[in-house]
């Protein structure tokens, strides 16, 4: 059974109540959160390359020439593999680097994986 209701003789309201009803809940944010777990875009072709353990990503489709990622930056693309959230792969990087406080690292880990986001080497 439906019921048809009529707002030609409701006024606009202008109250705390009226105003709260009409606010949406605010949206998530898109990129990196602590929680969130990053992994590889699917389509990249990536190699290590030499002694200097940096990692070349070949080819994505508007990649005018290849990525070339530094150590770290490396590392924290090899951790992006679906399972480690971006606060695990700061914990992770803190062992191996004998780092107490991974507060910077985790800081660094955002910034790092919002760039692989950006250029859409990582997804979420």
């Known amino acids: ?3 048809r209701i009529s707002t030609a003789n409701k006024p606009e309201g202008n109250g705390a109540a009226s105003a709260s009803r009409s606010h949406k809940p605010p949206r998530r944010r898109r990129g990196a959160s602590r929680s969130r777990k990053p992994k ?7 190699r290590k390359d030499g002694e200097r353990e940096q990692i070349v990503i070949l080819s994505k489709e508007d990649f005018a020439l290849p990525l070339i990622l530094n150590f770290s930056a ?3 693309f ?5 399972r480690n959230s971006l606060l695990g792969i700061a914990q ?4 191996e680097f004998k780092r107490k406080n ?3 690292i ?3 880990v955002k910034k790092q994986v919002g760039y692989f ?3 859409g080497i990582v997804k979420f």
């Open 106 to 108: 985790l800081d660094d």
């Open 117 to 119: 986001f950006k250029k």
């Open 78 to 82: 090899l951790l992006c593999n679906g």
């Open 102 to 104: 991974y507060a910077r």
């Open 92 to 95: 992770l990087l803190a062992k």
């Open 74 to 76: 490396a590392r924290i």
């Open 40 to 46: 590889k875009a699917g389509g990249l072709s990536w």
């Open 1 to 3: 059974m439906f019921q």
